[in-house]
């Protein structure tokens, strides 16, 4: 009798104590699955964060070369219209270099450079044309002012010939210029100061663009600088 009064109370500790152990390793598996699980939840999240990332900029990246490309046949178009025989290499050398300032000078575009190129080169797009003043190059750089600004540029000063009829240094240089002047003195008046002089275009700008303070070159290198660039900016392949 006292055997089976044991046995029973035995057992119910048994099943109790089985019972507990196996709630307790239930929840072990619980939480190591809950955690597992979230961790890989969390890295997968991590994962795909990273790929959603590279994908957008590969599409930006995309997106970029697609406008630069865009830009770059268009610049080698206009060169067709002026000069059909410059070999395709320099051409597309040109037409990068002009693509880069634009990018480089937020107050350039390509229509505005390729506009000033035409004009200065008297339309003929010939890297080693020099005036009857002596300016040099694509965008008539004169070789004082081209010195200087060469240094500024990182560019090793050897001759004007040498520097100036470079067409990359030459662009490089009067893109400088021209975006320094526009942005001392707006579109019109930086047109002025590197067809005529900044000292004259200042005084033009202080007297609200008055009639007879510009030479008559500048006065009409304005406008025709500005007709090509409205031409260009209308322009499409």
Same mark, same amino acid.
């Given at each position: ?6 046995? !029973? ?24 699955s809950?955690n ?21 900029? =590969? ?19 206009? @060169?067709?219209?002026?000069?059909? +025989? ?11 270099? @002009?693509y ?12 505005? =450079? ?5 004009? %200065? ?8 044309? *020099? ?9 008539? *750089?004169? !070789? ?8 500024? %540029? ?5 001759? !004007? ?5 470079? !067409?990359?240094?030459? @662009?490089?240089i009067? +893109?400088?210029?021209?975006? #320094? ?6 579109? %019109? ?13 200042a005084?033009?700008?202080a ?5 007879? @303070?510009?030479?008559? %070159?500048t ?14 900016? #209308?322009? #499409?392949?």
């Open positions: 009798m006292v055997r089976n009064s044991v046995e !029973p109370k035995t057992t119910f500790k048994n099943i109790i104590f089985r019972g507990s152990f196996l709630a307790l390793a239930l929840a072990i598996i619980f939480l190591f809950y597992f699980f979230g961790v890989n939840t969390i890295q997968e999240n991590s994962k795909l964060r990273v790929l959603e990332k590279s994908l957008q900029d =590969i599409r930006a990246a995309m997106n970029v070369d697609s406008v630069r490309q865009y830009n770059i046949q268009k610049i080698m178009k206009i @060169i067709d219209k002026y000069n059909p +025989s410059m070999p395709s290499g320099i051409k597309y050398e040109i037409a990068d270099e @002009i880069n300032m634009n990018v480089k000078y937020t107050n350039l575009d390509v229509d505005l =450079i390729c506009a000033t190129i035409t004009h %200065e080169s008297g339309s003929t797009w010939e890297a080693e044309i *020099v005036s009857e003043s002596g300016a040099m190059g694509l965008m008539q *750089v004169m !070789p004082a002012l081209g010195l200087w600004i060469a240094h500024y %540029e990182g560019v090793t000063w050897t001759s !004007p010939e040498e520097i100036l009829f470079n !067409p990359i240094y030459n @662009i490089r009067g +893109s400088r210029m021209l975006s #320094t002047f526009i942005n001392m003195y707006d579109l %019109e008046g930086g047109l002025a100061a590197y067809n005529g002089g900044e000292k004259r275009a005084i033009w700008i007297n609200d663009k008055a009639d007879g @303070i510009l030479w008559s %070159e006065s009409n290198y304005i406008p025709h600088i500005l007709k090509y660039y409205q031409e260009f900016k #209308t322009l #499409t392949l």
